[in-house]
């Protein structure tokens, strides 16, 4: 999966699984005008046809076509400042698109964490290592309405150095494949650190279904975009995004 997109800069009860619907459909959501949506650099649907829209809906198609249900992509840029959160955020935005699926952006990245910041969502219960460090917490209280229909976020939440101790757990694991199971129609989305420099990226396509990688044009050389694509397992890698002018 290979495309060039010239985006915007980014700063940085009912049993859902008895009933079948989406993790978006389990409250109601608010939506955003187009001019908020700008300003939180995602796209959004118009009668006029966009450039940077169509690629994401070809970006989507492409990565629907390789997997089936509702697998776990991981996004990871090839180094900072590159576009992997923009690029997360709004491959899951295109896949909410679709009225019959739903999608989670799951913010790993924990040293410089965006998402929250960036869609300007107030996460008052924490996000993703508040939940992991608690016992005795519950998944459904740290995923946020974003105003984007369908498209739920987990935070970071508090921010960490690596994240290496904690994707590699047994908890961590535990919540995908619970989010999985409970929401069928959901695709979830991981927003990694960068792959250069840390081992957080590589850890985290562990627990992914299909990995893509994201390069910023001009920015990131063949060279390490090959040593950053060689660390993937070739089964899973879907290929290179090139992100231009972030």
């Known amino acids: 999966m ?15 699984r008895a009933s079948g619907r989406s993790i978006a459909h389990r409250l109601p959501v608010t939506a955003l005008s187009p001019v908020q949506l700008e300003d939180r650099a995602t796209i959004y649907r118009s009668e006029t046809a966009r450039r940077e829209v169509d690629a994401f809906r070809e970006l989507r198609t492409q990565l629907l076509s390789l997997a089936d249900g509702n697998f776990v992509t991981l996004v990871a840029p090839v180094s900072r400042g590159s576009g992997g959160s923009f690029v997360a955020r709004n491959l899951a935005v295109a896949v909410a698109f679709d009225e019959s699926k739903s999608a989670l952006l799951v913010d790993c990245d924990l040293r410089h964490p965006s998402q929250a910041a960036t869609m300007k969502v107030s996460h008052g219960n924490g996000g993703l290592i508040d939940y992991l460090e608690d016992p005795e917490g519950n998944a459904d209280d740290v995923l946020y309405d974003t105003g984007v229909p369908r498209l739920r976020l987990l935070p970071a939440g508090k921010s960490r150095e690596t994240g290496s101790e904690y994707f590699s757990s047994f908890r961590m694991r535990l919540l995908l494949d619970s989010l999985r199971s409970r929401y069928p129609n959901c695709h979830l989305f991981l927003d990694a650190p960068p792959v250069r420099g840390a081992p957080d990226a590589r850890i985290l396509a562990d627990l992914a ?38």
């Open 2 to 16: 290979t495309n060039a997109i010239a985006p915007r800069k980014d700063e940085h009860g009912d049993d859902a």
């Open 209 to 246: 279904d299909v990995v893509v990688l994201v390069a910023g044009y001009g920015r990131d050389t063949p060279a390490a975009i090959a040593q950053a694509a060689a660390g993937f397992d070739p089964k899973k890698f879907a290929g290179v995004v090139f992100n231009e002018g972030v």
